[in-house]
Each structure stands twice: as C-alpha cells, then as structure tokens.
C-alpha cells in the first residue's frame, strides 16, 4: 500500500479522535469544571441534597468537609465531595 492510499484513513482516524474528544471528554471536563465550581459556592445555610440521597441543610463548612443539619439534634459531617446539588425550589 502506497502513502497517498492512505491518506484517507488517517484523516478518517483523525477526525474520529477529535469527535469522541469533542462529543465525550470535553462534556466531561465541563461537568467536573461546573461541580468543583458550585462545591466552591457553597455557602452555610445552603439547602442541599449528597449523593447519597440525604437532604439537608449546611450548619458548618470546611476546607473538605460539610457539616449537614438533617433532623432535630442530628448534624452529620459529610466529605463536601458527596454533595451533589442544591434542593430544588431553594434560592441558589
């Protein structure tokens, strides 16, 4: 097989590379961009939901960890990496 026959499976690799870079990790890479942003913006007072399913609202922030106030006389101490969005209907 000669150079210039293939030419065009190289370019078809290519751009297959650049699509799944552009369609998968580039999606990605926003999403985490966005997460690390809003576990940034997190403020005491925040109503929030982990990834586990606990609702809660924030008593107590630290550098990596979350302290969650989710019934009378029940605060639990959470990694802020498990939480994973604000309650719906609460101000953002």
């Known amino acids: 097989m000669q150079l210039n026959q293939l030419y065009p499976y190289i370019i078809l690799w290519v751009l297959l590379l650049a699509a799944f870079f552009y369609f998968i990790i580039r999606p990605k890479r926003v999403a985490v961009a966005q997460h690390k942003e809003f576990l940034a913006g997190l403020k005491r007072g925040d109503k929030?939901?982990?990834?586990?399913?606990?609702?809660?609202?924030?008593?107590?922030?630290?550098?990596d960890t979350v302290t969650l106030h989710i019934a009378p006389g029940v605060d639990i101490t959470l990694d802020?990496?498990?939480?994973?969005?604000?309650?719906?209907?609460?101000s953002a």
């Open 48 to 63: 929030i939901v982990t990834a586990g399913g606990l609702h809660g609202d924030i008593v107590g922030l630290q550098e």
């Open 80 to 90: 802020r990496r498990a939480v994973r969005r604000r309650q719906r209907g609460s």
